[in-house]
């Protein structure tokens, strides 16, 4: 086979093609250039070469239907097909010396862009511009390309084959977007993880459009089309894409919207049994016509620690309660977070408040805690007033300690205090007095799967024979987790999953894997509990987008679901299967920072945001609270 | 035993579910002018796609010179000469283009030939493809199918489109270029007219089976009509061999094939007074086979 003859055929075949591509992509960088000219600053192009190599993606398209055309042609196929030809060779020789072609439409404008700028731009080129703008239309322009021509040898009909093609590449560009495929294992080495997805595709869609445009020209598969049943096809395309985008986005739906009053803290939302109280001072009741606040009490009440009734020399609020001459204080749990005990007529809380000094000038000063007692706080109509103080300090075991780290868990009338990595165990049946039971020392546990999370890994059973062995799981794992990177969150809720009598629990990874983990307890002795991993949910590129402003972590599990949220996004997870984690609902509020998020006892989310006025840039207004009212989604 | 240029043995093949080739089996001797018959649709050309290679059958297998088509495709297109019915050649190129543009694939393409047969065919090697005319088009594919001097050329109703004047050119340049040279021509089409000077093996296809294949004169003589006046006691569905009955007033016309003098006698005694034996061109012999009713009518 003479190889000279077919380059020569091939450029034949595609060079009026080439010559009005090229036109048409110098058309913008030229006229941009003569105007520069005009204007006195010299003949080059600037933004407009950027302009014009984004169609160059579109004009690859087209010179892929050109160059196998006609060739394809079923009378004309039957011709050259009949001669002893290669046909895997010939392909292949026709693949190249269009993709040539295509990239010498992208390299033109560049190149003039690139020659322009030195000879008659003052300020030379922009290496930005070749480092980040040029690599991504060429690559896109590889794949468009790839595509048409695949498209091409199957559908031969050039402006179908096109359409089909150019539909297919947006189709796989918008797919990582929607689609929670793991391409990590094999890009994230290479580069940045959100545009792993990108490279793999499109790497691989050249290369599997080369392949099948091969295969499909050997064995003479092509398909007859009309314009109706393509018209279907795209129908359906849209309609996966749109059904994709629902099931990532957007989806959960708004029931109630109310701007509520603010006061101090991050507008939490505790449990009071079965009951929800916001910032401490209302019920929040949920009916058919949505949710109202009720007072706790009688009146307006303000909630303890922080008051009004006066303010220091620096203007800050006095402590209202019990504190320690000569110390800073730090509660657990912060930002106006409680633990509340329902007791009938009467509503506790319970709090860990540690008591620190400070030795040495900030930001190189010293903190000593000492003292660290466990309180109980009764509500008396207009305030909460502490009732009953445990000094609990030899949970300190380390006297110097830098640090104090605190969890909380209320089981019927038995509560756990931790406090680094000590416990005591109360009883709480009158909360208005706390009865000592139990005390350990240094018994718990931080634990964390190693970097190859699907290794084996333990967590200390607490040692607590009070509860039964299901709750000194679900106990063990909920106030070791995390424990020693930040305050537990779990002191009204769990991030355990029992289901089929199966315990699992979950990770969301942003720095090692980017999805969320479900773990399986898979046996346990007098000591540990023995833990494996068990499958995930990676995050798309979408939810990573809507994500950025703030990790996700896990806030709680409850009925079979796993909600997370980081400052501007809500997701709810299906976790009940122990083989896939399936998303359920995705809420997003771009300008809001959500502060807290409660789940009501008919399963309706509540979530309390702040409307953060920075976000619009306009500083005369303050903040403002909104409560929505959430449709879980099933 | 003659020597074979092309063996076809059991070939089937389906497209998606429609069936439309269902074991065809067909010798083609070496040196032959092998006429390939059948109506449109029957799967002539299906056949002689798969014969190229071009297409894979469910089963069965293509035997060109010896070398099995699908196993060694390039090495057999290498030795045959083809020409598709209705095909279409790049336009833009001229003719002398187009001649060295094939010529590439062939390592024995004999471009002396390739001239003289330009010059015979009237070929203006400076124009361009697309400004000839159908039998220059036609002339031209003939060219290149026959350039590189192969041993076997498969004609796909070649003259598919041709006015009757370039359809008998056509046929003339064929005979003068290849029945002399001793090269083996497979010549598919529907016209019957147009095979029955040149073939001297005939081969007819019917949905998707092979139901005659016999040398042309052999065909003739072995298929006869007969006129007669049947006997009310005579009963025909039992005769061997009827291809097609037709009553024409108290006469019937049966059409027979593989005739003998056994099978006169028979007939003449089912007739009332003697009966007249009419010998069929291709046209008519080709019509009773695929038509014919095999006595059906008479039966009932």
């Not at chain 1, 129908?235 to 986005?249: D, E």
Request: net charge neutral; proline share 4%.
């Amino acid at each position: 086979m003479r190889v000279s003859g077919i380059i020569h055929q091939q450029i034949c075949q595609i060079k009026w093609h080439l010559l009005a591509c090229l036109g048409l992509i110098m058309v913008l960088p030229v006229e941009e250039a003569v105007v520069n000219l005009r204007a006195g600053d010299g003949f080059f192009s600037d933004g407009m070469t950027l302009v014009a190599i984004i169609f160059g993606p579109l004009l690859a398209g087209l010179i892929a239907c050109a160059n196998v055309q006609g060739d394809l042609n079923e009378k004309r196929y039957i011709f050259w097909r009949s001669k002893p030809a290669n046909v895997k060779f010939l392909i292949t020789l026709k693949f190249i010396i269009g993709l040539v072609a295509s990239l010498l439409i992208i390299a033109c404008p560049v190149v003039f862009h690139f020659v322009s700028n030195i000879i008659w731009n003052e300020e030379g080129i922009d290496k930005w511009f070749f480092k980040f703008y040029v690599p991504l239309p060429i690559l896109i322009a590889i794949m468009t390309y790839s595509l048409c021509f695949a498209c091409n040898v199957l559908v031969r009909k050039t402006a179908r084959a096109w359409l089909i093609g150019m539909l297919t590449g947006c189709f796989l560009l918008v797919l990582p977007f929607m689609l929670p495929l793991d391409f990590k294992d094999f890009v994230s080495d290479v580069m940045i993880w959100s545009w792993g997805p990108y490279l793999a595709i499109m790497l691989i869609t050249p290369a599997a459009a080369f392949v099948f445009a091969l295969y499909a020209a050997k064995h003479d598969w092509h398909l007859k089309t009309n314009l109706k049943s393509l018209l279907w096809a795209g129908a359906g395309l849209v309609f996966i894409l749109m059904m994709l985008f629902s099931s990532q986005v957007a989806n959960i739906k708004v029931l109630q919207e109310k701007e509520i009053e603010f006061d101090f803290g991050q507008g939490s939302l505790n449990y009071a049994g079965s009951r929800v109280v916001y910032q401490g001072d209302s019920y929040i009741d949920d009916d058919k016509d949505g949710f109202s606040l009720q007072k706790i009490g009688s009146g307006n009440v303000r909630a303890y620690p922080y008051s009004n009734i006066g303010t220091d020399s620096a203007g800050h609020r006095i402590h209202y309660g019990p504190s320690v001459a000569g110390y800073s204080e730090e509660i657990y749990p912060r930002h106006g977070n409680r633990l509340y005990k329902d007791a009938g007529n009467e509503i506790f809380f319970f709090s860990i408040h540690a008591y620190y000094r400070s030795e040495g000038q900030p930001p190189l000063h010293k903190r000593f805690y000492e003292k660290v007692y466990l309180r109980s706080y009764k509500h008396t109509g207009n305030n909460w007033m502490p009732v009953c103080e445990l000094d609990i300090s030899d949970c300190f075991t380390n006297k110097i300690s830098p640090y104090f780290r605190a969890a909380m868990r209320l089981i019927d009338n038995r509560l756990i205090a931790c406090v680094n990595n000590s416990y005591v165990l109360v009883d709480v049946t009158n909360p208005g007095e706390l009865k000592l039971i139990d005390k350990k020392l240094d018994v718990l546990q931080r634990f964390r799967p190693s970097k190859d999370r699907k290794k084996e890994f333990s967590i200390p059973l607490v040692p607590i024979e009070e509860f039964g062995l299901e709750e000194r799981i679900r106990l063990s794992i909920d106030l070791n987790y995390n424990f020693n990177y930040g305050d537990n969150e779990f002191y009204d809720s769990s991030i355990v999953d029992i289901h089929d009598d199966k315990l699992a629990f979950f990770f969301i990874d942003f720095l090692d894997y980017d999805d969320v983990a479900r773990f399986d307890v898979i046996r346990w002795d007098d000591e540990k509990i023995y833990c494996k991993y068990s499958n995930s949910r990676p995050f798309t590129i979408l939810e990573s987008v809507t994500g950025a402003p703030g990790r996700f972590s896990p806030k709680f599990v409850k009925n079979g679901k796993l909600y997370c949220h980081n400052s501007n996004t809500l997701m709810v997870f299906d976790i009940r299967s122990n083989r896939r984690i399936r998303k359920l609902g995705h809420f997003v509020r771009m300008d809001y920072d959500i502060q807290d998020m409660a789940v009501l006892e008919d399963g309706n989310i509540l979530l309390c945001v702040r409307w953060d006025p920075e976000f619009i840039r306009d500083r005369s207004n303050e903040d403002k609270y909104y409560l929505y009212l959430l449709k879980n989604p099933e | 035993m003659t020597e074979s240029a092309i063996t076809i043995e059991g070939l089937h093949f389906s497209y998606g579910k429609k069936q439309v080739l269902k074991g065809v089996d067909l010798e083609v001797p070496k040196g032959s002018i092998f006429g390939f018959l059948g109506r449109n649709g029957t799967g002539k050309t299906t056949t002689i796609k798969t014969l190229l290679g071009l297409q894979k059958p469910r089963s069965g297998r293509c035997i060109i010179g010896g070398l099995d088509s699908f196993t060694e495709t390039l090495e057999v297109r290498r030795r045959i000469g083809f020409m598709a019915e209705d095909q279409q050649m790049y336009g833009w190129m001229t003719i002398s283009r187009i001649i060295k543009w094939v010529a590439g694939f062939y390592p024995g393409w004999d471009y002396k030939f390739a001239d003289e047969l330009a010059d015979m065919l009237g070929l203006p090697k400076n124009t361009k493809v697309k400004a000839l005319s159908k039998g220059q088009n036609s002339s031209l594919a003939l060219l290149l199918a026959l350039g590189h001097r192969p041993d076997i050329v498969i004609l796909d109703d070649p003259t598919l489109g041709l006015d009757p004047i370039a359809r008998k050119d056509f046929l003339r340049h064929v005979i003068e270029l290849l029945q002399s040279n001793g090269v083996t021509v497979f010549f598919s089409s529907h016209l019957l007219y147009e095979i029955e000077p040149v073939a001297d093996h005939i081969a007819i296809l019917d949905k998707g089976v092979i139901i005659k294949a016999s040398r042309t004169e052999q065909l003739r003589e072995s298929v006869r009509k007969f006129v007669l006046t049947p006997k009310p006691e005579a009963n025909f569905s039992e005769f061997a061999g009827i291809l097609d009955v037709l009553k024409v007033g108290g006469n019937v016309s049966i059409t027979v094939e593989d005739c003998d003098d056994e099978k006169r006698t028979q007939l003449k005694g089912m007739s009332t007074n003697g009966m007249t034996e009419v010998a069929l061109n291709l046209d008519e012999i080709f019509e009773a086979y695929v038509i014919g009713n095999r006595g059906r009518e008479l039966s009932v």
